[in-house]
């Protein structure tokens, strides 16, 4: 790029092919991190100058003051728990009630003829306006909780995984079934590992979604959880406890993009680096 | 279909009809093809003979006529059509029981990519993934094996090497084949019997008799591929010179190499 090519005297010039440089792990690792290390240094900087105030937000040092608090009263880790189950048993749930949606819709002519129109009906009602109903239908347990986290995360996966499904190469489709192949051995070895990119984002929204579904049930009658620590908080103005629920909800988030990271690696060994396929 | 004597047919096609709109494409169609024998489909592009292998081959149906062909068939497709998700070995036996794997690779053996078993399908060549192909075909022992332009995506070189192969493991495992083409070369090359589809039916269908190994310098060759080039509406040049053809995959013209 910057050396001028050099012209032998036919009027030829050497090919230059610009490769990717090769960076060490631990550069990438520093160059992600300098994101989050800046807003950091920013709000620490904001509330030793005074221009952050406690009453607005606490400062680091206070946030940390909490965390070691609440943990060491056990409570950061009893409502983790509680709040982890619930948004686990929730998002599995809607996960498969997705994944059997998607799939059944995307490959079956009758199932999205049968289904679509009213599972897109469905997916337009904002979930939040569910949590009376829910209240109305369940009381105020965990089964409206968790059911509340399921239905949210139920349509991304649906989205995703009939979009993937119908975007199958149907020649590949036709091929296998030339071979003797069953429509179930089709879903499975073919159709499912090729919609993975599409289920896997899938993935990515619903975890997002069973978080912010878990904070709007959470607001309600809980007597446990991340947003339990969050309204008492509220009713003694502790912003630093507040900071620390808001900072778990933005780790849980973060942890759920590194499960599906790690996944994506995992689960598709056959991808090139190239992306070529054949 | 009973006897497995030289004589009885592996494809039987009575009056075959395949209409798009108002378009005959196939039209009172007949052709047999004995067990073992191997018969080259010539014709232009869209002259439907991608429609009769895909009646062949259960894939397309018929609007009419009868239709005989075995149990046991395969394809080759003119794309290699591997499940990018399954390692070489798994789309060889694809759709097989799990006990086959050791018959898969003995097909692997027989197309020399027995170390390619464990390899994501993209990482082969165009010419390999082919091969692939040929052996996921080839393992399921087909009394018919449908051959679909399964060279045109490759190239001249590779496609040379293909046609040795295909030819041979023909011999071999003796299915009877149908190989749809617009090669005349490769037509002549391989086949007992060329055929030439035109206007929904075959024009032309006789025996090749040119001594194996076939060369195309040989005058038999040389009048032979003049006369289908002709069926096929081509003019040939008068010196077949062997002119190098770019390999453009899904070319529709006929090829003249």
């Not at chain 1, 606490?58 to 728990?81: F, H, I, K, M, Y």
């Not at chain 1, 939040?128 to 965990?142: A, C, H, K, R």
């Not at chain 1, 975890?207 to 709007?216: K, N, R």
Request: glycine residues 8%; aromatic residues 4%.
């Amino acid at each position: 790029m910057s050396a001028p090519p050099k012209t032998t005297a036919s009027g030829l010039v050497t090919p230059r092919p610009q490769l990717r440089k090769a960076r060490s792990r631990s550069y990438a690792l520093t160059v992600r991190a300098f994101g989050p290390v800046v807003l950091l240094a920013l709000w620490w900087v904001a509330s030793a100058t005074g221009l952050l105030t406690p009453d607005v937000l606490a400062s680091p040092a206070e946030v940390l003051r909490a965390v070691v608090e609440l943990w060491d009263n056990g409570q950061l880790s009893d409502a983790l728990t509680t709040s982890l189950t619930r948004s686990g048993i929730g998002l599995l749930i809607g996960l498969a009630a997705g994944l059997t949606l998607g799939i059944t819709t995307g490959f079956t002519r009758l199932g999205d003829e049968l289904l679509d129109s009213s599972l897109q009906t469905l997916r337009t009602i904002p979930f939040l306006s569910l949590v009376p109903l829910f209240m109305v239908w369940f009381g105020i347990n965990e089964t409206a909780k968790i059911l509340l986290i399921a239905v949210a995360t139920t349509f991304p996966m649906y989205v995703s995984t009939s979009s993937g499904v119908r975007n199958t190469d149907p020649k590949l489709i036709e091929a296998m079934r030339s071979f003797g192949m069953g429509r179930l051995a089709t879903v499975r070895e073919v159709v499912l590992p090729g919609a993975l990119p599409s289920l896997l984002a899938g993935l990515r929204l619903s975890m997002t979604l069973s978080v912010i579904a878990l904070i709007a049930a959470e607001e309600i009658n809980a007597t446990a959880g991340i947003g339990y620590l969050m309204s008492q908080a509220q009713s003694y103005a502790r912003t630093d406890i507040l900071a620390v629920c808001i900072l778990v909800y933005g780790l849980l988030g973060l942890a759920a993009d590194i499960v599906v990271r790690l996944l994506e690696r995992v689960l598709m060994p056959w991808r090139t680096p190239q992306g070529a396929s054949r | 279909m009973t006897t497995d004597t030289p004589t009885t047919p592996a494809v039987r096609v009575r009056d075959l009809r395949r209409v798009f709109g108002d378009r005959a494409v196939l039209d009172d169609l007949e052709l047999d093809i004995a067990r073992g024998e191997f018969v080259a489909l010539l014709g232009a592009s869209g002259s439907g003979k991608t429609t009769l292998l895909r009646i062949l081959g259960a894939l397309d149906g018929a609007d009419g006529g009868e239709v005989l062909v075995p149990e046991a068939r395969t394809i080759v497709f003119q794309e290699p059509r591997l499940v990018p998700s399954k390692k070489v070995l798994a789309n060889v036996t694809v759709a097989l029981p799990r006990s086959r794997s050791a018959h898969g690779l003995r097909a692997l053996a027989e197309v020399g990519l027995e170390r390619h078993a464990d390899a994501w399908p993209a990482t082969l060549s165009g010419g390999e993934a082919q091969r692939v192909a040929l052996a996921r075909a080839l393992v399921r022992e087909p009394e018919l094996l449908l051959l679909d332009e399964p060279f045109a995506a490759l190239d001249a070189l590779t496609r040379l090497k293909m046609q040795d192969l295909v030819g041979e493991l023909c011999r071999i495992h003796r299915p009877a084949v149908l190989l749809v083409t617009h090669d005349v070369d490769e037509a002549v090359r391989l086949a007992d019997r060329v055929a030439v589809l035109r206007d929904g039916r075959l024009i032309t269908d006789e025996t090749v008799t040119v001594d194996r190994p076939r060369d195309p310098g040989n005058p038999a060759f040389a009048a032979l591929r003049r006369r289908l080039l002709g069926d096929l509406g081509v003019a040939a040049p008068p010196q077949p010179v062997p002119a190098p053809v770019e390999p453009t995959p899904g070319r529709t013209e006929v090829g003249v190499i």
